[in-house]
């Protein structure tokens, strides 16, 4: 009769360990789905547009490569100059995980953080609309036409996304050469 050999090592362990971190990470990837979930879903409530309706996409895609470069610097730098807390932002999310996997799950809270974001957000926004519009109004009379027929050109074209349908369910029209 053979004895078994004592010096292999179990699998059992291994399969153990292996299958806890295995759900670890299910569990891990679960939080962030519930956790954007909640934030974007939060977010969605209100009278605003979906962000590919709002003000800037057209706008700057219209601008040149320089002046769109331009007008980035100076929204950083503008940024700068008052002080934008983006760790704040962090925090607040970081404070939202910590609100989200609390039980019960304490609303006003997260409405409140979520609010903080947003109010955050739309301090940034308004700063680089006016960056944006100091640009324009920095403009000849002669560099806001050929401005404005780039903008018409990339209003005309649409959207560049060919996977997604547009929401109306209409076709997009064809781009024009």
């Known amino acids: 009769m053979t004895e078994p050999n004592s010096t292999q090592p179990s699998t059992k362990p291994r399969r153990l360990t292996r299958a806890l971190l295995i759900g670890s990470l299910a569990l891990n990837l679960l939080i962030i789905?519930?956790?954007?979930?909640?934030?974007?879903?939060?977010?969605?409530?209100?009278?605003?547009?979906?962000?590919?309706?709002?003000?800037?996409?057209?706008?700057?895609?219209?601008?040149?490569?320089?002046?769109?470069?331009?007008?980035?610097r100076a929204i950083r730098s503008t940024y700068r100059k008052s002080n934008v807390d983006h760790r704040a932002d962090h925090q607040h999310y970081k404070e939202a995980l910590m609100v989200l996997r609390s039980s019960p799950l304490d609303e006003a809270a997260l409405r409140e953080l979520v609010k903080t974001?947003?109010?955050?957000?739309?301090?940034?926004?308004?700063?680089?609309?006016?960056?944006?519009?100091?640009?324009?109004?920095?403009?000849?009379?002669?560099?806001?036409?050929?401005?404005?027929?780039?903008?018409?050109?990339?209003?005309?074209r649409g959207p560049k996304d060919k996977k997604h349908p547009p929401k109306d369910g209409k076709p997009r029209p064809p781009k024009q050469p």
Do not use: C, N, W
């Open 33 to 72: 789905g519930v956790v954007g979930g909640a934030v974007i879903s939060l977010r969605g409530h209100g009278d605003k547009a979906p962000v590919s309706d709002r003000f800037g996409s057209p706008h700057i895609k219209a601008l040149t490569f320089d002046d769109k470069r331009e007008v980035g």
């Open 117 to 156: 974001l947003d109010q955050a957000g739309e301090r940034r926004r308004a700063m680089a609309r006016d960056v944006f519009l100091a640009k324009i109004l920095s403009m000849s009379d002669a560099e806001r036409a050929v401005y404005a027929d780039r903008l018409e050109e990339v209003l005309e």
